[in-house]
């Protein structure tokens, strides 16, 4: 295992919420490959500044964990450094658990600051429609500021200026993106370096439902009447920031939004709140219970007729038809004036109130882009 002690106690000790769900489970949590790269490029940097490679190299995830990582490769040529780990994926499905993630970095003139690019078995964003502008890395916002974070903490207590180039490479990358929705969506040449906690909650379908059964029964014995089920950590903390909600009032939804439905319908509560990414929510407005990657897709031609009934005129009916993911379908409907999200959470509200059949639970839906903004209320 590459991850301290101290780290994988800290990801599941946290009281209520995710925490405490996946406490329930007794599934080992793993390591993104955000977290990877970031402690790759820490390590390289390290070396390149003060020619010895830390091993172990312990970072700061973005909830304040410090988890340590083995290094399975170093080495130093002239003007860069290279350092690589083992993605350690716990007890989650993971399709990158056991790949190599290297990070090669290299100084660059001052003002330069920390300029990205993809290596072998990384994947280049072709299409609009993704956090990351046609042409860049795929090397998703967050696993970016960890790694920027990081190059300057490693440049002050080293000396350096702190303006590096970071190549990140994934070995085999290439093949093993081909197991995933990246080509669709435009993504070619391999992986995406993702990860907004750094951590990999994993679940096996049976315990994570399990989980929120429990969670739904620890928030009813606590006399909450007001439950969110919430599809990650940022869904979660938007849910906190409009509705005040306490810990043990918040469900980690995931993908099983029928099974937070189904339960409630049987251990009712007075409110519901259901809070994810449009276009996760899209796929429940659309009729999907389960929202997994694998198992649902967002149905852009169905968002097409939902924003026809928004305003939509023919021509951007059919671009959102044929756009590259349901975020680009949400910003052309944007910039037109159309309330593409707020159509989303309606109908995902009207969903849910079916499975909920005679229930008498109050229901309302947010719906949030990646960085946690609303844009959508129903």
């Not at 080509?183 to 990860?195: E, F, Q």
């Not at 043990?248 to 709140?273: C, E, Q, S, W």
Request: net charge neutral; charged share 20%.
């Amino acid at each position: 295992m590459s991850e301290s002690a101290s780290g994988a106690t800290e990801a599941t000790e946290a009281k209520g919420g995710r925490g405490a769900q996946l406490k329930h489970t007794g599934l080992r949590p793993g390591w993104t490959t955000g977290a990877c790269a970031t402690a790759a490029t820490t390590a390289a940097y390290t070396a390149l500044l003060s020619g010895d490679f830390p091993d172990p190299v312990t970072i700061t995830l973005p909830k304040g964990q410090t988890p340590s990582f083995a290094l399975a490769v170093e080495s130093r040529d002239g003007g860069s450094a290279t350092a690589g780990v083992v993605k350690d994926a716990g007890d989650d499905p993971d399709v990158t658990h056991g790949a190599l993630v290297r990070a090669t970095v290299r100084a660059l003139p001052a003002g330069s600051g920390v300029v990205f690019r993809a290596g072998p078995g990384v994947g280049t964003v072709t299409r609009p429609g993704l956090p990351l502008d046609v042409g860049e890395p795929a090397i998703n916002p967050v696993p970016r500021q960890m790694i920027r974070d990081h190059v300057a903490r490693v440049a002050a207590a080293c000396g350096g200026s702190g303006d590096v180039e970071v190549t990140v490479s994934i070995d085999h990358g290439e093949e093993i993106a081909r197991s995933t929705w990246n080509p669709r969506l435009g993504i070619l040449g391999g992986l995406s370096v993702l990860g907004t906690t750094g951590i990999v909650v994993p679940y096996s379908c049976s315990a994570w439902i399990d989980s929120i059964r429990r969670g739904v029964d620890v928030a009813r014995a606590a006399g909450r009447t007001h439950v969110a089920g919430c599809t990650g950590s940022t869904s979660e903390k938007t849910v906190v920031r409009v509705h005040g909600l306490p810990e043990n009032a918040l469900l980690d939804m995931g993908d099983f939004a029928g099974a937070v439905l189904k339960y409630i319908r049987r251990h009712p509560v007075d409110r519901l709140t259901l809070c994810g990414g449009f276009a996760k929510l899209s796929k429940l407005a659309a009729g999907h219970l389960d929202l997994h990657s694998g198992r649902s897709q967002v149905d852009k031609g169905f968002l097409a007729e939902l924003a026809v009934r928004g305003g939509a005129g023919p021509d951007l009916a059919d671009a959102v038809a044929t756009a590259n993911t349901g975020l680009a379908a949400l910003q052309l409907c944007a910039a037109a004036g159309v309330p593409l999200g707020d159509l989303v959470a309606a109908e995902a509200r009207d969903q849910a109130r079916l499975v909920l059949r005679e229930a008498p639970v109050l229901v309302d839906v947010i719906c949030i882009d990646r960085a946690g903004n609303v844009v959508g209320r129903g």
